[in-house]
């Protein structure tokens, strides 16, 4: 049977968000309900709101989650009802060319569920990142659920379903941070505070945490920043290289977004360096560089699409050290509301007040 679930919507491009009564169908072939505990607040369900990403409205928002399997459809083996999962926006399909030459976290055709959750009156919902989870139940593809640890608290959990994981993954995965490594982070909200925290996990000697709102700076002392800068007082890059004897670091996370900080990132990092761009640029910009600097540095720029993270591999073994006291996640969840206070944590997400707000049900 069909159920009835409360859930948070975006009806029309920059109308505040709102809590309604959504149709959850039962799960078909390769698709599983879950039963939703914690769902954190993430930029890009404003960006949906506002009509940045696509003009599929109504979106039913919500995708940094953990849950419950409630009910699963045939064929499903991956996942069985009341099992723990954190939901992740790359069910990998196993055949494309990325997942054929070995790289499933490159998949180019990751799976969503088939059929659609509506409004009551038959409207169609496009729940973001194929997710959708600031709702009491939704519907997924099967390998949407990654089983991890029950012991872990929901609104920690969930956190790796987006952000939080995008960037501890852009220094262990894609950045590949090293023992011993010195690492640049500019940018320190949830994603290059996670950044942050991955290095150190990474064995990084040397972590410096560049932001201009000091409250960013003191968390990422927290996390594992050996030295902060502010942006906004002292040049990035001269910081940078005086704190890694004159050079620059051998890895520099750019988790802005913007081409002023993907430029400190190019000049920040030492000679054969890697630059990885985590945060999300907007259609307008554009980047201009000496290529002859692009050249003569050598090294390697690079892009990270949530964190080059392979959820069967990444969240089980991130869950799992978090447990024993080697991960604090718990750090990024800064306050957890209801489903109703959606609109208001977009509000505190946009003043920079908050690593993360998480929905609890
Ligand atoms: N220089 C340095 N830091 C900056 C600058 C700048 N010019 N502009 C903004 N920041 C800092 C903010 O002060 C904030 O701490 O960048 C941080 C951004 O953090 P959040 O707003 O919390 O965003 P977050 O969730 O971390 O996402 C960062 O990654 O996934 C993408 O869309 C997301 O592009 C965004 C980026
Ligand atoms: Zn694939
Ligand atoms: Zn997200």
């Known amino acids: 049977m069909p159920q009835q ?15 309604t009564t959504i149709v959850v169908p039962d799960p078909g072939p390769g698709e599983a309900v879950v039963r939703i505990q914690a769902c954190g607040v993430c ?3 404003l960006h949906y709101r506002e009509g940045g990403i696509n003009d599929e409205f109504p979106f039913l928002l919500g995708h940094e989650a953990a849950g419950i399997v409630e009910s699963v459809g045939e064929g499903v083996t991956e996942v069985v009802p009341g099992d723990f999962v954190v939901l992740n926006w790359r069910a990998v399909c196993g055949q494309c060319r990325a997942c054929r030459r070995g790289r499933p976290q490159y998949c180019f055709d990751t ?20 997710i959708g989870a600031f709702a009491e139940k939704t519907l997924v593809a099967a390998g949407q659920c990654t089983k991890v640890d029950p012991a872990a608290d929901p609104a920690v959990a969930g956190l790796l379903g987006c952000g939080v994981m995008a960037g501890l993954g852009a220094a262990i995965n894609t950045g590949n941070v090293g023992r011993g490594d010195s690492v640049a982070v500019i940018g320190c909200g949830g994603v290059g505070g996670a950044a942050v925290l991955g290095s ?16 960013k700076l003191e968390t990422a002392l927290t996390l594992g920043a050996t030295h902060t800068v502010n942006s906004r007082t002292t040049d990035p890059v001269e910081a940078i290289r005086e704190l890694t004897g004159g050079n620059g670091a051998d890895v520099v996370v750019e988790a802005v977004g913007r081409p002023e900080t993907y430029k400190q990132a190019f000049y920040a990092r030492d000679l054969a360096g890697t630059v990885v761009l985590v945060g999300v640029p907007t ?43 080697r991960l604090d996640l718990g750090a990024f969840v800064t306050e957890t509301i209801g489903l109703d206070a959606v609109e208001q944590a977009f509000e505190r997400m946009h003043q920079g007040d908050v690593l993360r707000s998480v929905v609890v049900l």
């Open 283 to 325: 259609p307008e910009m554009t980047l201009e560089l000496p290529l002859l600097d692009v050249f003569g540095r050598g090294g390697a720029l690079k892009s990270s699409w949530y964190g080059d993270c392979l959820p069967s591999r990444d969240f089980p073994m991130l869950i799992d050290l978090h447990l024993q006291g």
């Open 43 to 45: 930029h890009t369900d």
């Open 200 to 215: 150190r996990l990474a064995g990084a000697a040397k972590i410096i945490a560049v932001d201009i709102d000091d409250r």
């Open 111 to 130: 799976h969503n569920a088939e059929q659609k959750m509506t409004l009551l009156d038959g409207t169609e919902l496009s729940p973001a990142l194929g």
């Open 5 to 19: 679930v409360k859930a948070v919507i975006a009806r029309a491009k920059g109308a505040p968000v709102e809590v």
